[in-house]
C-alpha cells in the first residue's frame, strides 16, 4: 500500500486485508496511490482472468472495480463500522487485453449512512475499457 497515507489504524488495516485476502489477492492488485478523496491501481492480469476469447472476463473488471470502491469507502469509515457492495452498474466500452489494467476510483457522494463511487478501467495503453458506479452502505459492525 502507498506510505503516505494518513488514515488510522483500523482503517489502514481494513484495506490491508482487502489486498491481501479473497478477491483483493486473487486480482492482483497493487494500489498506486489512496486518499479519502480517490484513489488509482493496477492490477495485474493472469490466465484466470481470460475469457475464451482470450480477453480480461467482464466479470473480472466489475470485480476489480468493487474491490476499489470499497476500499475508498474503508478509508473514509467511521470508527466502529463496517461496508459492503448495495448496488453496482457497468459499463462496458471496449475489451480488457494486455498483461495490466488500471483503474481511478472517485467518489461521487460520501454520505453517513452510503457512499457512491465511480471506477474508470482502462488497458495500460489508456483505452476506456468499463466504467462501474457503485453504492456501498455504511453499517455499525456486529459485536
Not at 506510505?3 to 483483493?24: C, D, H, T
Not at 454520505?111 to 483505452?127: E, K, L, Y
Request: aromatic share 4%; charged share 20%.
Amino acid at each position: 500500500m502507498p506510505a503516505k497515507v494518513a488514515l488510522p489504524p483500523a482503517n489502514r488495516a481494513m484495506i490491508e486485508q482487502s489486498l491481501s485476502v479473497g478477491m483483493g489477492r486473487s486480482l492482483h492488485i497493487h494500489l498506486k496511490r489512496l486518499t479519502r478523496k480517490g484513489l488509482s491501481a493496477e492490477m495485474t492480469v493472469s490466465e484466470d482472468h481470460i475469457n475464451r476469447s482470450g480477453r480480461i472476463n467482464g466479470g473480472v473488471l466489475m470485480s476489480f472495480a468493487d474491490v476499489l470502491g470499497a476500499m475508498g469507502t474503508l478509508a473514509n469509515l467511521p470508527e466502529g463500522y463496517r461496508t459492503t457492495t448495495l448496488e453496482s452498474k457497468t459499463n462496458f466500452f471496449a475489451a480488457g487485453e494486455g498483461e495490466t489494467l488500471q483503474a481511478r476510483t472517485v467518489p461521487l457522494h460520501i454520505g453517513r449512512t452510503t457512499m457512491v463511487w465511480q471506477t474508470t478501467v482502462s488497458n495500460m495503453d489508456g483505452t476506456k475499457v468499463a466504467i462501474v458506479t457503485q453504492t456501498q452502505i455504511v453499517i455499525p459492525k456486529k459485536t
